[in-house]
């Protein structure tokens, strides 16, 4: 019997133990509209789990069966949120999905990549050029998600520069809509002998700007930027 007549054998049990095949676990998930059992299934995974079991995880990022490749990328993307260092052995794997994969599995692998980030900064930087293509990538979250990695990956002195480069043409090209989220990740980043670029930048992109609230954010990160050295 193959895995897909299996799966359509199995009742939707609640998920408390990992004592089933990952497989049949992910497949229940796959209806969990709210996400509440996949978001308890991912505390469990994050405190019990072997590392086996994140391996098979990550695997069913690559299943041909649709709903058990979303239902598997929410859980990645909620396991990482408790325990980031698990997904540490399969980096290449998580950024293969980017390059290659579409919908949630780009933007789930990209969120466990900005958890590792935040926390390891060196751990992604090997990958810098895919988050660098992001910003010019067709999928708006994940061009959120590669803004939020590339300012941490700011913190590496050795490739500051080329990062601080791509942040400029990220805030240069972005969409109104994420222009203030961008510009407050970027803002954060700034050093006294780089604001000028920034503040540049950013006064140019105001004038385009209407909504009343962006204005205000746009205008926070402004009066923040540290004055030139």
């Given at each position: 019997?193959?895995?897909?007549?299996?799966i359509?054998?199995?009742?939707?049990?609640?998920?408390?133990?990992?004592?089933?095949?990952?497989?049949?676990?992910?497949s229940?998930?796959?209806?969990?509209?709210?996400?509440?059992?996949?978001?308890?299934?991912?505390?469990?995974l994050?405190?019990?789990?072997?590392?086996?079991?994140?391996?098979?995880?990550v695997?069913l990022?690559?299943?041909?069966?649709?709903?058990?490749?979303?239902?598997?990328?929410?859980?990645?993307?909620?396991?990482?949120d408790?325990?980031?260092?698990?997904?540490?052995?399969?980096?290449?794997?998580?950024?293969?999905?980017?390059?290659?994969?579409?919908?949630?599995?780009?933007?789930?692998?990209?969120h466990?990549?900005?958890?590792?980030?935040?926390a390891?900064?060196?751990?992604?930087?090997?990958?810098?050029?895919?988050f660098?293509?992001?910003?010019?990538?067709?999928?708006?979250?994940?061009?959120?998600?590669?803004?939020?990695?590339?300012?941490?990956?700011?913190?590496?002195?050795?490739?500051?520069?080329?990062?601080?480069?791509?942040?400029?043409?990220?805030?240069?090209?972005?969409?109104?809509?994420?222009?203030p989220?961008?510009?407050?990740?970027?803002?954060?980043?700034?050093r006294?002998?780089e604001?000028?670029?920034v503040?540049?930048?950013?006064v140019?992109?105001?004038?385009?700007?209407?909504?009343?609230a962006?204005i205000?954010?746009?205008?926070?990160?402004?009066?923040?930027?540290?004055?030139?050295?």
């Amino acid at each position: 019997m193959d895995w897909r007549r299996q799966i359509a054998q199995l009742e939707i049990q609640p998920v408390s133990s990992l004592d089933r095949p990952l497989l049949a676990i992910v497949s229940d998930l796959a209806g969990d509209r709210d996400h509440a059992r996949t978001r308890q299934f991912a505390d469990l995974l994050a405190n019990q789990s072997h590392p086996q079991q994140i391996t098979e995880l990550v695997a069913l990022l690559g299943i041909r069966d649709k709903a058990i490749q979303r239902a598997a990328a929410h859980l990645v993307g909620e396991v990482s949120d408790h325990n980031p260092n698990l997904f540490l052995p399969h980096l290449d794997t998580l950024v293969a999905c980017v390059r290659s994969g579409s919908g949630p599995v780009v933007w789930e692998s990209l969120h466990v990549l900005v958890q590792v980030a935040v926390a390891n900064p060196r751990a992604v930087e090997p990958y810098l050029e895919t988050f660098i293509a992001a910003i010019d990538g067709p999928l708006i979250v994940a061009r959120d998600h590669a803004v939020r990695i590339l300012a941490r990956l700011a913190s590496i002195e050795e490739i500051r520069s080329r990062v601080l480069a791509a942040l400029h043409h990220a805030l240069e090209t972005a969409p109104i809509n994420q222009l203030p989220m961008y510009a407050e990740e970027v803002g954060a980043t700034v050093r006294s002998d780089e604001s000028e670029k920034v503040r540049a930048i950013l006064v140019v992109r105001l004038a385009e700007v209407v909504q009343p609230a962006k204005i205000r954010r746009l205008e926070a990160v402004l009066r923040r930027l540290p004055e030139p050295a």
